[in-house]
């Protein structure tokens, strides 16, 4: 079995050890994060491993995952390159990162190693959780071919489903994962904004959220975009998006809170841009345009 090293056993990493160990994919080696008792913390919720202080004392391994924030991935690959060797098995050592948006380039430094990317498309909010839910999620890998069929192994033995890109693919593909997971957390957190104003607790705000945005999200992939999109857009209703905006702007004044002020210019920006996919989905032109002049200039068309 492959000898696998982590270097920031986070949320994502440790989640993958533990899947690679629980399934016999890896044995976990060395694991090496910001403080020893964060490690150990990573290695109690894996289950296997051991703690390093540094890179430096980190054995050899066949597999290493360098799992710390975009930002500092060079610097990593650049303190672990003096370390990589052959392990006992002769194999030359793969050095992957999982950032969505960086190439396995971004791991240059360490050149006497088989590089490559492995993006999982999941939110590893909670990694109990994703424990069980990652398995069936899908895998972007980029890099060396050697590194990217052995990587395909490994997430397949966990149950993932992986596609290749190339390096130039990356962070336009990564811009698509953002805009649909994270900036889907983003509204929410301002609907929750906009129902307390309105005087409803976030606690009855999220239940009565949760059907409606979890069918919504059904028909996006059942039916696609244009038909799944509904409400006063589609229907054309000039008065009451217009009464929505007034809403949306008065807050501020009205409540004193500044956070609330940017709102109103939320509203409009996402307005314009589901202008074109209301227009698929039926709106007439007249009021397309009447709503278009309500929202200002759409930078997207």
Not at 29 to 46: D, Y
Not at 255 to 274: F, H, K, N, P, V
Request: proline share 5%; glycine share 8%.
């Amino acid at each position: 079995m492959h000898t696998l090293n982590i270097i920031g056993a986070g949320r994502l990493g440790r989640t993958l050890a533990r899947l690679w160990s629980e399934r016999q994919i890896f044995s976990i080696g060395s694991v090496c994060n910001r403080s020893l008792a964060s490690a150990r913390q990573a290695t109690h919720f894996i289950g296997a491993g051991t703690t390093a202080a540094d890179i430096e004392s980190m054995p050899p391994a066949d597999f290493w995952l360098i799992a710390v924030a975009d930002d500092h991935i060079e610097a990593v690959a650049k303190e672990l390159a003096p370390q990589l060797r052959s392990t006992n098995s002769g194999q030359t050592p793969v050095v992957f990162h999982c950032s969505g948006a960086l190439p396995a380039s971004a791991l240059c430094a360490c050149a006497n190693a088989q590089l490559a990317s492995a993006h999982p498309v999941h939110s590893f909010a909670n990694p109990e959780q994703s424990v069980g839910d990652l398995p069936g999620s899908f895998v972007a890998l980029e890099g060396d071919s050697t590194a990217r069929q052995q990587l395909e192994a490994a997430f397949s033995g966990i149950g993932c489903h992986c596609i290749t890109l190339s390096a130039e693919q990356k962070v336009l593909y990564h811009t698509g994962s953002v805009m649909a997971c994270n900036y889907l957390t983003v509204l929410m957190d301002l609907s929750l904004r906009t129902f307390a104003a309105a005087g409803v607790d976030e606690n009855t705000a999220r239940q009565l959220l949760e059907p409606i945005v979890l069918q919504t999200a059904k028909n996006n992939f059942a039916l696609g975009p244009e038909k799944a999109l509904t409400g006063p857009l589609v229907r054309g209703d000039i008065q009451t998006v217009t009464r929505q905006l007034d809403a949306l702007s008065q807050l501020a004044n009205t409540t004193g809170q500044t956070e609330l002020a940017g709102l109103a210019e939320i509203y409009r920006t996402l307005g314009s841009a589901a202008l074109p996919l209301a227009k698929k989905a039926g709106l007439g032109a007249a009021p397309a345009q009447q709503l278009q002049t309500l929202f200002g200039p759409n930078p997207l068309r």
